[in-house]
């Protein structure tokens, strides 16, 4: 039986993973759950899973949680803050951790994990993002294992031959004879729109993904593709790969989830539905195959499957992250915290959509190069870059 505590229970991929575990509960049991205020979907999650642990960031959400689970004789540890989540993920109880906490408040509970030589399934990009090779020498020195469930990552991951698997964040793409990792994305809701109208998009119409059903803020970055630039940041510290490594290929009806291309010529992808418990499963399952729930692709019903090259005039978030993974750990810290500052006023309808990637530019453009060469430092770089970032919001605030 293998312990598992799940970071972000409560949200679109905590979902999902809750839906994997449930049909393996002879295989799994889950130790811990975190989020941050989802007090009602919490105590569903203790009531079905009888975790032993529960942390919660948000602190009077923790204490409502504490009082209901009394009211209904339950019975598990309920951990509070952000030090109450970084506990749970450094309990060393479990033997996986899924870190799938959104944004860069997913930093340090993973690391918390690293630093138990536990296996981490990775969805948190951000972490990874801002902390990739720091992170990956944390990995090596405490022994422990990173698993993506980012779909990309996870279709990648499957293309590639067993001893790179086993050694993400070190493998050797040359001796594993890969020529071009293909980096696909679907392009967002609004690939076809006409350039002159993408000022008028709202936020409701940039959170409706066409294919897949995810969280507010990456629909929001699927849109803008700075999804798909996060994920070439998190592509190269998982692949150890260079700039050069990785192609990004607009792949419209999202069947194939990513390639890998060989020096022979040969080429392998990955596809399925757009369903992450497949990638859950692969993470959960690994070096086997677990039942996820996710229905076979039925090749008879897809009629076609088209690629394009991306438009870095529509989608200028995915250049500006191309750009800062060139430009190092300090440039890609800051453009993930101006994104999430960005991204959060206009969820909440203070800058218009054409303004996330001109608030995460100048900050950018503001934000001094330095070494990063701790944890801390890359913190202070967060903060500072979220303290430039608001004050360039305020001055487009509608
Ligand atoms: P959601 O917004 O649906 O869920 C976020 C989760 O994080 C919730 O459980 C939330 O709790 C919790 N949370 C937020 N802040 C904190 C905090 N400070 N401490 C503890 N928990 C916190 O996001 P998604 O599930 O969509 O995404 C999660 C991560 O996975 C992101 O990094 C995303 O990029 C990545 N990912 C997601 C994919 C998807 O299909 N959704 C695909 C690939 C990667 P609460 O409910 O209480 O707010
Ligand atoms: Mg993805």
Known sequence: MRQVTLL????????????????????????????????????????????????MSDEAAAE????????????????????GVEQLAGDGVADVVVGAIVGAAGLKPVLAAVKTGCVIALANKEALVMSGQLFFEEV?????????IDSEHSAIFQCLPYEAQIDLGYCDLRKAHVNKILLTGSGGPFRDTPLEDLKHVTAKQAISH???????????????????????IEARYLFNATDNDIQVVVHPQSVIH??????????????????????IAV???????????????????????????????RYPCLRLAMQASLSGQAATTCLNASNE?????FLNNRISYLDIAKVVEETLNQMPYATLSSIDEILQTDAKSREVALKIVETLAC
């Open 64 to 83: 409502e949680l504490a009082l209901k689970l009394k009211a209904n004789n339950l019975f598990a540890e309920v951990l509070k803050g952000d030090s």
């Open 341 to 345: 500052v960005a991204v959060d006023a």
């Open 283 to 313: 993470a959960l399952g690994f070096s086997s195959r677990l039942e996820s729930g996710v229905n076979q692709l039925d090749f008879t019903k897809i009629s076609n499957l088209t690629f394009r090259e991306p438009d870095f005039e």
């Open 140 to 148: 090596k020195k405490y022994g422990a294992k990173v698993l993506p």
């Open 8 to 55: 972000g229970a409560t949200g679109s991929i905590g979902t999902s993973t809750l839906d994997v575990l449930r049909r393996h509960k002879d295989e799994f049991r889950l130790h811990g759950v975190a989020c941050a205020k989802s007090v009602d979907k919490m105590l569903e999650i203790v009531k079905e899973f009888k975790v032993d642990v529960v942390a």
């Open 258 to 279: 990513s390639m890998v291309s060989f020096i022979d010529g040969a080429i392998m992808a990955q596809l399925g539905q757009p369903d992450m418990r497949t990638p």
């Open 210 to 232: 066409p294919v897949w059903s995810m969280g507010p803020k990456i629909s929001v970055d699927s849109a803008t593709m700075m999804n798909k630039g996060l994920e070439f």
